[in-house]
């Protein structure tokens, strides 16, 4: 027994440790030269007897050597941002639910896709057409819109769902929906993530203006609806907000 405890918890610890990593390797390279040459320049300033503004330089560079050097960002993580998975300006958003219901279930629920604007927010239709293929509608601030189309990558039934756009989407995005049973038997543990990848340009201003919008902290919400609705089965009430 006191071997398993332990190798749980060194699972655990790894598991931990991997979650931590969630700045790219571009922005850990810049992080390591910019943290290094203000902390020179932290060491120049005490030199010249601004001890203030060369402590700060120091502190700032060691934050900066301690992202590079890790890979782990505290505002990343409190934002729900990564950056290890996504390419160029794409932002990964990753957020997790527990749901009293079988994965099966909650599975089921999900692969009806025009189930996903009942709980997600910024989603005004999803519609199916065909038996991978899928028309999304997103709605965002003062009543802005935008449209894709989109594939099923995976389907793994009672397990989990991934899906990218397709064709000239406004917003290229992908994202992998997970099913998985909760620890003590307390249902399903739903992992979603999502990447997206803001257009740039004038033409794309509708489209940024949404992608700006879906968020970590929207994410967590729709997800809180979802869980709702299926253990309770009631909707979520709120109006969308322009």
């Known amino acids: 027994m006191e071997t398993s405890a332990t190798e749980q918890s060194r699972a655990y610890r790894g598991q931990s440790r991997q979650k931590r990593v969630n700045v790219g390797p571009g922005e850990r390279k810049a992080s390591m030269a910019g943290g290094a ?26 934050m900066l050597l301690y992202r590079g050097q890790t890979g ?10 990564d950056t290890v998975h996504t390419q160029g300006s794409g932002l990964r958003i990753e ?10 279930q ?3 629920f999900w692969r009806h896709l025009d189930n996903l604007p009942r709980f997600m927010k910024h989603l005004e239709s999803v519609q199916v057409t065909g038996e991978r293929t899928s028309h999304w509608k997103a709605v965002g601030p003062g009543g802005l819109s935008t449209e894709w189309d989109a594939e099923m ?4 039934p009672g397990q989990q769902i991934s899906w990218h756009s397709v064709g000239s989407a406004d917003i290229p995005n992908k994202g992998t929906v997970e099913f998985k049973e909760a620890p003590g038997n307390r249902g399903t543990e739903v992992r979603v993530s999502i ?9 794309g201003r509708a489209a940024m203006k949404i992608a700006h919008g879906l968020n ?3 994410l967590e919400e729709d997800l809180k609806r979802l869980k709702q609705i299926l253990e309770v089965g009631e909707e979520t009430t709120a109006r969308r907000t322009a």
């Open 216 to 218: 970590a902290q929207q």
């Open 153 to 156: 990558m995976e389907d793994t």
């Open 95 to 104: 957020k997790v639910v527990t749901i009293g219901l079988p994965p099966h």
């Open 195 to 203: 990447d997206y990848y803001p257009p740039g340009g004038t033409a």
């Open 37 to 62: 040459a203000l902390a020179l320049s932290g060491l120049w300033s005490i030199g010249r007897r601004n001890y203030l503004s060369g402590l700060a330089m120091i502190a700032s560079g060691g």
């Open 106 to 108: 909650v599975y089921e």
């Open 72 to 81: 782990h960002c505290g505002m990343y993580e409190a934002m729900g941002v």
